[in-house]
């Protein structure tokens, strides 16, 4: 999947999107600020996955979902968790987040997924 604006646009995106997870973990309704921004996320990678749907089949459409929705999904997450840790838990669940991301295979999982799911209606 190509990133529109390239890598360092995606990069300022999950700064972005850690930020507003720490955020979101240091606020006092974190528990209903964090399920608000895991469900806007997801809508979000539901658009995208939408808008810029391709000629592919179902496994690709679900690969874009993954690519779209996974990494912020992933990041933010890790902000949350980050913003009420000691110094060393935020290491290592940054670098634990950072492996993940690295490797996911998003194409394998898709596919996967795809086999998994029902045939589709029509």
């Known amino acids: 999947m190509t990133i ?3 890598v360092g646009a995606a990069a300022v995106v999950l700064l972005v ?3 507003l997870g720490l ?6 309704r974190r528990w209903g600020l964090l399920l608000a921004g895991v469900l806007a996320i997801l809508v979000i990678g539901f658009v995208v996955t939408a808008v810029g749907g391709g000629a ?6 679900i690969t874009r979902l993954y690519s779209a929705a996974l990494p912020p ?4 997450l890790a902000g949350w968790l980050c913003a009420r840790a000691s110094w060393f838990t935020r290491i290592v669940v940054i670098a634990a987040a950072a492996l993940l991301l ?3 295979p998003y194409a394998a999982a898709g596919g996967a997924t795809a086999g ?6 029509g």
Do not use: I, M
Request: net charge positive; aromatic share 6%; proline share 10%.
């Open 73 to 76: 999904l992933v990041v933010f």
């Open 23 to 28: 955020a979101v973990g240091r606020s006092k």
């Open 56 to 61: 592919g089949g179902r496994a690709d459409d």
């Open 116 to 121: 998994v799911l029902p045939p589709t209606l």
């Open 102 to 104: 690295a490797a996911f």
């Open 17 to 19: 999107v850690l930020v």
């Open 4 to 6: 529109p604006g390239g």
